[in-house]
């Protein structure tokens, strides 16, 4: 804190101005105005300034009342050399020459905003630009190469589609002159609402149709229409304290779905719900360090940055959609909110909504729009396992995923007998839809932990393969079908080859050593290569690897240097998985915005759980 001794009482109703020196270091830590490296298509290595202020890291910018109450106008004036160029949250007005080869750029006044909504660039990246009726320009920026390769293409083109479906939905139009939007190469988010300079990762905006999957460009899709979102509920509209996070972050969990689902109707995004943000949010929530949604005794930074959870994001998202649907499709946006606000402090849970399909079961929370799990009777389980195994496409597909999801965690805390929670997942056998298989795969992931060392699990892991193999026959390898089907493809192969298929395994470690022999040319689908990268490295050994590594040095797209990075961690060789925990220590060998998602990756991995678990300790 800055203290400031005054000479005489202020008087109540006098504009008072403080003007103070400030210097701040331009550091690589992914906060404040910090600075981040690329190597460019001639291999020099190029320098920009970026910002990421949210939620306590203006002050590190410059001097200011650091908090969201605290609105303001802001005049930004940047200086920087050519061949850089500056952005900032307001179109430019000038850029002037000044002595020494430096520039000054200036923009217009913001609107009155948040501190932590302002947002710096200075770079010497390049963009396209779209331009349609109704909207304001929308530019997309990135590395130079990436928008000669067009890698830009796909958020240029949804980006006005989403903001146009927005303004219809708010009922108010965006409030800015532009829309500017960034893929940054060092970034600790998968995204940022800059009010009018949007900040991404860059596997969170740019997308390849030739090389990344399917799931990639429904990640690109999910964070645009969440931070588009957000220049209404956030910027626009702000909370007053952090305290109220939830309902910043819970709407814009649940606005990117129909955002997304709009753009993007084949994407089943209103079902995939049920699985990327009720099933997590429930089983956060259950644990003992859950917390209340409107959060308490919030009052330092640290403080502060432990609110950015599931509880605020997925628990917020699914309150909001549970009230939106007792709310129902006619009411507004503002009916909506002022529901939400009334029944925040005041709905109680407990209820279950029934549904009796035929009489002879019961099913609670029917499509899974509450926010509760629901347990039965021994009778009523078998009676719904029989309908699942007569013909389970009686039963809705998200019903059938929060079943699954409800025995499954109700077993792990003993309210469920795991004789009738595996029951559940019977039919899987002859049902290949994604929603309850991924549902199956995420929860049945503690029993493969506590199991994995345990002379239960080759039982287990038999029983696994049992049901995936139907699923596994019944598709090829080439990349074909809608959009959740090749994203299912991938995964049925990864389960299929993990519990064991000597014919998952064969045909993965051909296709991979096909490429090792040629590696300019990768004839691997962009949907499988996630499974076979993995399964070459688990059941291959240093030459494998090391060929995923030098890949991963060299490759300049961002989704298929994730996917090679994920790959580096399914090894069982100890040595190289503790020379991969060394080099997370080198920020010229693995960024510093991917070394969390190495440990997350390798701690996945029962072979190197304990080494990295040591080495966190250690380091």
């Known amino acids: 804190f800055l203290i400031v001794e005054l000479d005489a009482e202020l008087v109540q109703g006098q504009n008072y101005s403080l003007h103070t020196q400030f210097k701040g270091e331009l550091a690589d830590d992914l906060t404040g105005l910090y600075r981040s490296t690329y190597t460019d298509i001639n291999g020099k290595d190029v320098i920009i300034a970026i910002s990421q202020m949210q939620p306590t890291d203006a002050r590190k910018s410059f001097p200011c009342f650091d908090e969201p109450a605290f609105k303001a106008t802001f005049k930004i004036f940047l200086w920087h050399k050519d061949p850089n160029y500056a952005l900032s949250n307001m179109p430019f007005v000038i850029t002037e020459e000044r002595y020494g080869g430096w520039k000054r750029t200036e923009f217009e006044p913001t609107l009155r905003m948040s501190t932590y909504l302002l947002a710096f660039v200075v770079s010497e990246f390049g963009y396209e630009q779209s331009f349609t009726s109704g909207t304001p320009p929308t530019r997309i920026y990135a590395r130079p190469e990436q928008v000669l390769n067009h890698n830009v293409e796909y958020a240029k083109n949804i980006t006005p589609v989403i903001l146009d479906y927005y303004e219809s939905y708010f009922g108010v139009d965006y409030p800015l002159p532009k829309s500017d939007q960034i893929a940054v190469p060092d970034f600790a988010l998968g995204g940022m609402e800059n009010w009018g300079l ?69 994407f089943r995004m209103m079902d995939q719900f049920v699985l ?65 606000i009334f029944y925040s402090y005041l709905l109680n849970n407990s209820d279950l909504s029934m549904v009796y399909p035929n009489g002879k079961y019961v099913i609670g929370n029917y499509e899974a729009f509450g926010y509760y799990r629901v347990n039965y009777d021994d009778a009523n389980w078998n009676a719904i396992i029989n309908q699942l195994s007569r013909n389970f496409s009686a039963i809705n597909v998200k019903s059938r995923s929060q079943i699954i999801d409800d025995a499954l965690t109700l077993a792990r805390t003993g309210l469920v007998k795991y004789e009738i929670a595996l029951k559940t997942t019977k039919f899987l056998r002859d049902d290949y839809d994604f929603l309850p298989w991924q549902s199956a795969l995420r929860v049945l992931s503690y029993l493969d932990d506590m199991l994995g060392r345990s002379e239960a699990y080759g039982v287990y892991s038999s029983y696994l393969l049992y049901l995936v193999e139907p699923a596994y026959y019944n598709l090829t390898w080439t990349d074909e079908g809608d959009h959740l089907q090749r994203q299912q493809r991938g995964s049925t192969i990864n389960t299929a080859c993990s519990y064991g298929s000597i014919d998952c395994i064969e045909h993965a470690q051909t296709l991979f050593h096909t490429w090792m022999a040629d590696p300019s040319n990768n004839t691997i689908s962009p949907n499988l290569r996630d499974a076979v990268y993995c399964q070459a490295v688990a059941n291959g050994g240093s030459d494998e690897w090391d060929f995923i590594w030098g890949r991963y040095q060299t490759e300049g797209d961002s989704h298929e240097k994730s996917a090679l990075q994920s790959a580096l961690a399914c090894t069982k060789q100890l040595w190289i998985i503790q020379r991969y925990l060394e080099y997370t220590l080198d920020s010229t060998l693995v960024r510093n915005q991917d070394a ?10 029962d072979y190197a759980r304990d080494l990295t678990w040591d080495f966190l300790r250690r380091e």
């Not at 959870?309 to 129902?328: L, P």
């Open 198 to 266: 949007v900040m991404y990762r860059e596997t969170a905006l740019l997308f390849d149709a030739a090389i990344n999957s399917a799931y990639s460009k429904q990640r690109v899709a999910r964070v645009i229409a969440h931070e588009l979102s957000h220049q209404w509920f956030g910027d626009l509209i702000t909370p007053l304290w952090w305290d109220e996070l939830w309902l910043n972050e819970g709407f814009a969990t649940f606005i990117e779905y129909i955002g997304t689902d709009y753009v993007e109707p084949g």
């Open 276 to 340: 990327y943000d009720l099933h997590d949010a429930l089983t956060v929530d259950a644990l003992t360090t859950s917390r209340p949604i409107i959060a308490e005794n919030v009052t330092t930074p640290d403080d502060i940055n432990a609110l950015f959870d599931d509880i605020s994001y997925s628990k917020g998202g699914c309150f909001i959609r549970m009230i939106s649907e007792f709310a129902g499709e006619e009411a507004s946006f503002d009916i909506l909110y002022d529901i939400i």
């Open 596 to 605: 969390y998602s190495v440990y997350v990756g390798l701690c996945g991995n």
